[in-house]
């Protein structure tokens, strides 16, 4: 197993990458392997074209080869330890094909070498020469990487030392509810890519799928907590920036941490299969510095008094029309598509439905199951239709039933007060 | 070469081998099964 | 290594029945052999056709011809098919036609059930398809489209009838490599001829027969974690059902368990083959064949307590992931133990380059590729950035395709001459070995910085700044998926007899029983069992 020896001592190793090319048996050396040469002469050229391909992208540039620009003191560790990772595994894999590529170019029978007989190390220095790589592997796994490795997690982990405010997000197909308990804030974002651009008959904005109507606002400089659970399916709420990536498990409160150094807009999307919707389920994060963050929950919080009194006002027909249209077209359209049409087989269609065009309340002002306004606020267990009074106020359901009632082609005539869905919860 | 007698003496006794150790492994399949959905779901949230 | 003293290969005494009655009722090892290579290869080009859908439909931003739900279905059958369908039906016909030539017995211990094991496939197949095909004509919502793990809740992930069809298609696969796996276990324990010690079989042999103990202990879990769920989709069960108490990542638990020794038992029997291989092109006997033995046993055992490095995103205690990162960093050692002895394998020789060959240094390459990936990967907060994104995608496509497909193909090629009795266009074989290894790297490289990037899996529709990547992968997936088509002509033809005769021996530094019956085989070998020294 001479390993070292036999490389030390040969000064033709260079061309050695040479040898998987052109190392035909010469009993075949005749049209086969000017065959093979042809395509090896082609290597480059397809090599070029990659690479030509790659720093064609204006667009991102700059960090095309690697992870998005890291602003959190974990997504700083992550990316020095994966950089120094890829070093050590593409050092490994070159010193070890190297070794192969040696042995390729100079072990050919076409060259007269002669086959050996051995089946394992024979001498001593042989013995350690085949252990060495074992140690060093060892000494790479658990220590050298392995030590960071743990402090990395323990560090990762520590969610509550020192942890200054608690933002609570709660996945649902497909929109993230963000809520700030300390403040009494609580919203809903989903996607704001328009459905035209989705399908190709507008032009994409620069922010395609990556833009949402409400984005996640947490000020700079301060370690937030964020809790994480879903209400349906598995779903993974990930930031490439922050270094952080935890999944919201239904009947479960998972956690983790961030502390954002720069401000910024911060994109990212759900990373875990959860439906038809997984692809249009972004998150956005507006990192702002802490007296602008709060002037932006002062505001929160007066919008959040005055939607309060909006449930108690009379609505008038257009209004909720308007604000149902609003919605309907930024979270319903997902799956009941543009125009209540349905995909069919898989999301049933609103226009001419029996449910949208059948009674809602009985006569004792009760909900009537499976009604309409009983499907949008309690939704239908073991499908994608959930109960939206969990992440909708009032005047939202309110509208959004309204609309649906008298659009693409239903005439209900009829509409839904907030109050009454007030009174319903 | 062996003689014939011993010959199928060697034959069933691999028979029976064989028979034992399928019936061995069948059992073997049964008990793992029974077990990831009798116990498992008591053990594993531990791991939580 | 071995050498046969009596190998007698007899003239066929027992004629088959002619035509298709011959295949459903054969008993024949290297009968039922050449129907599982079969079935995997015809199932490798359906699974391939749907993902060219799929990558045809990731080459540009936008929505162009899927419908989301579609493309899940799509990615969740191309991965089921080649798993289940493509991969470990080639290797199991490996194992059938190889193991009793290779220990010197006349067929496997259980001829029979070798037969049914095999029969449950086609159905298991048209199963998995058929909601697939039915919507097409109205009936249902399609076939299941909850990844191949299924590892989300999907209760609520999808209804309909998709996902009951996998659960069944599954208890029927499942029941098929337990068949062979029982089989692989009695015959390697039991059939051997005499003086052929365990510690004499070959490599592949003992691959198998380790792939065999796992299949025994990881089926029955999968098959209990498909059939909890059907009765929590049917009989108001709550195992995974968190509104009702139950718990969503016990299925994970349950899935993994059995899902990362499946990741073994797809890359083993390639693992077994490639020192073959090697040794044979190199002129060489096996090198390390003790630490490789024991190699296998370590990766087998370390595959079944690592599982939960499939899930370090999803809130596993500290302990846990700690636990889970440090046991998984070990599974390098018992690897790079092979690598080391694959290297060893050709120092020294005298090696040529024929197709088999080709594949089998690929295979290394490629396969050294994708491990060395996964050694960053159980690190755990490293593993947040990477976890469910298209570098994961690129990692594993390296261990599956890089070594799984390519193992399969260098055994394809080794022994295709001795199974036909005829030569194949060497020519066409290496320029299919070049087009494949070219095709290959450029569809998969781009996806590894398309995920370090930021790319998550499993989406239908991707951001801008992806787009250079998606392009370029999908582009090397059309020509990869295009030059298999090269695999099919060159087969055929060595079928058909186009090439020259082959001898018993077939290469010039070929060992083993299997090579000192004359090419093609006689219906039967091995009847008086060879004595080996």
Not at chain 1, 1 to 26: F, G, K, R, V
Request: glycine share 8%.
């Amino acid at each position: 197993m001479e390993l070292t020896d036999a490389a030390i001592h040969d000064e033709s190793a260079i061309q050695m990458w040479l040898a998987p090319l052109s190392c035909c048996n010469p009993r075949h050396e005749t049209a086969s392997s000017r065959e093979i040469r042809q395509i090896a002469k082609q290597l480059p050229l397809w090599i070029g074209m990659v690479f030509f391909l790659f720093a064609s992208e204006p667009a991102c540039a700059k960090s095309i080869w690697d992870f998005q620009e890291p602003v959190t003191p974990i997504a700083r560790d992550s990316i020095a330890a994966s950089v120094d990772f890829l070093r050590i595994i593409m050092g490994i894999y070159v010193v070890v094909f190297a070794v192969f590529a040696y042995s390729l170019f100079k072990h050919r029978k076409s060259s007269g070498a002669q086959p050996g007989t051995f089946t394992k190390p024979g001498t001593k220095w042989q013995w350690a020469l085949a252990i060495s790589p074992f140690l060093l592997l060892i000494y790479i796994d658990y220590i050298w990487m392995g030590i960071p490795a743990f402090h990395a997690i323990a560090k990762m982990e520590d969610t509550r030392t020192a942890a200054e405010m608690v933002v609570k997000v709660t996945a649902s197909q497909w929109k993230w509810q963000y809520e700030y308990p300390e403040e009494n804030i609580k919203f809903v974002s989903t996607i704001a890519t328009k459905q035209d651009q989705i399908h190709n008959k507008e032009a994409k904005g620069a922010h395609y799928l990556q833009e949402v109507d409400n984005p996640l606002i947490l000020p700079t400089n301060k370690k937030v907590r964020i809790l994480l659970t879903s209400t349906d399916v598995i779903h993974s709420w990930w930031v490439p920036s922050f270094g952080v990536k935890r999944d919201a498990v239904p009947g479960y409160l998972r956690e983790m941490w961030v502390n954002i150094e720069k401000p910024g807009t911060y994109r990212g999307q759900c990373a875990q299969l959860c439906g038809d919707g997984h692809a249009f389920m972004p998150i956005v994060v507006e990192a702002i510095a802490e007296p602008q963050f709060t002037e932006w929950v002062a505001k929160k919080k007066a919008e959040g008094s005055t939607a309060k009194t909006a449930a108690d006002k009379v609505w008038s027909r257009e209004e909720l029309m308007a604000k149902g249209d609003e919605i309907y077209n930024g979270i319903c359209i997902t799956c009941h598509q543009a125009g209540g049409k349905g995909i069919p087989g898989a999301f049933p269609a609103l226009a001419g439905s029996k449910i949208v065009n059948g009674p809602f309340l009985d006569k004792g002002g009760r909900l009537i199951k499976d009604g309409h306004l009983d499907r949008v606020m309690n939704g239908k267990p073991g499908t994608a239709m959930q109960a939206f009074k969990n992440t909708f106020s009032d005047t939202e359901i309110a509208a959004i039933v309204t609309y649906e009632r008298n659009s693409f082609g239903n005439h209900m005539g009829d509409m839904v007060q907030p109050s009454q869905v007030k009174a319903l919860r | 070469m062996m003689n014939e007698p011993e010959a199928m003496n060697e034959h069933e006794k691999r028979e029976r081998r064989t028979v034992q150790l399928v019936v061995a492994l069948m059992l073997f399949v049964a008990l793992i099964y029974a077990m990831t959905f009798i116990k498992l779901p008591v053990w594993l949230p531990a791991l939580q | 290594m071995t050498e046969a003293i009596t190998a007698v290969a007899h003239d066929q005494h027992e004629h088959p029945p002619a035509g298709i009655m011959r295949w459903l009722t054969t008993t024949n090892h290297k009968d039922l052999g050449i129907l599982y290579m079969s079935f995997g290869g015809i199932m490798f080009f359906i699974g391939g056709a749907f993902i060219m859908a799929v990558r045809a439909e990731l080459l540009f931003p936008g929505l162009q011809l899927l419908s989301p739900g579609m493309y899940n279905q799509l990615f969740t059958l191309h991965a089921l098919i080649m798993v289940f369908g493509a991969i470990m039906p080639f290797a199991t016909g490996l194992n059938n036609y190889l193991i009793p030539l290779m220990i010197g017995a006349p067929d496997m211990a259980l001829p029979r059930v070798n037969n049914w094991g095999f029969w449950i496939l086609p159905f298991a197949a048209v199963l998995l398809l058929i909601p697939f095909f039915l919507q097409f004509f109205g009936i249902g919502s399609g076939a299941t489209a909850a990844g191949w793990v299924m590892h989300n809740t999907s209760l609520d992930l999808q209804s309909g009838i998709g996902i009951d069809f996998a659960i069944f298609t599954i208890h029927l696969l499942g029941l098929s490599s337990l068949t062979g796996a029982i089989n692989v276990v009695v015959t390697v324990l039991n059939m051997r001829a005499p003086g052929m010690t365990l510690m004499k079989i070959p490599l592949f042999v003992w691959a198998w027969l380790i792939t065999a103990f796992m299949l025994i202990l990881v089926i029955p879990v999968f098959s209990a974690a498909a059939t909890m769920l059907l009765t929590d989709r049917h009989f108001g069960t709550h195992f995974f059902d968190a509104a009702n108490g139950g718990d969503p990542i016990l299925l994970q638990h349950l899935i993994w368990f059995f899902g990362h020794p499946e990741v073994y038992i797809v890359l083993l029997p390639a693992w077994g083959l490639i020192p073959h291989i090697l040794a044979t092109f190199s002129r060489k006997p096996v090198y390390g064949y003790r630490a490789q033995v024991y190699a296998l046993w370590a990766i087998c055992f370390l595959s079944f307590i690592v599982w939960s490095h499939h899930m370090l995103t999803s809130g596993l205690p500290l302990a846990a992931e700690v636990y889970f990162m440090y046991a998984t960093m070990a599974i390098s050692i018992p690897t790079s133990v092979l690598v080391f002895c694959w290297l060893g394998a050709i120092w020294r020789g005298a090696m040529t380059f024929e197709t088999p060959m080709l594949f089998a240094l690929g295979f290394v390459a490629h396969f050294g590729m994708g491990a060395l990936t996964g050694l960053i990967l159980p690190d755990v907060a490293v593993n947040a950035q990477y976890h469910n994104s298209y570098v994961i995608v690129s990692h594993f496509h390296y261990t599956f395709f890089g070594g799984g497909i390519f193992g399969m193909m260098a055994a394809l090629y080794y022994w295709l001459p001795k199974f036909t009795g005829h030569m194949f266009d060497e020519k066409l074989g290496r320029l299919h070995f070049w087009l494949t290894t070219i095709f290959f790297n450029m569809t998969f490289i781009p996806q590894w910085f398309a995920g370090l990037d930021g790319m998550p899996r499993h989406i239908a529709d991707y951001a801008l700044r992806f787009s250079t990547f998606n392009l370029i992968s999908s582009v090397g997936a059309f020509s990869l998926g295009l030059s298999q088509l090269l695999l099919v002509y060159i087969v055929v033809r060595c079928v058909r007899g186009d090439g020259p005769k082959a001898t018993g021996q077939v290469w010039e530094g070929a060992q083993g029983l299997e090579f000192t019956v004359p090419s093609p085989l006689p219906y039967h070998t091995f009847e008086t069992p060879p004595e080996v020294k």
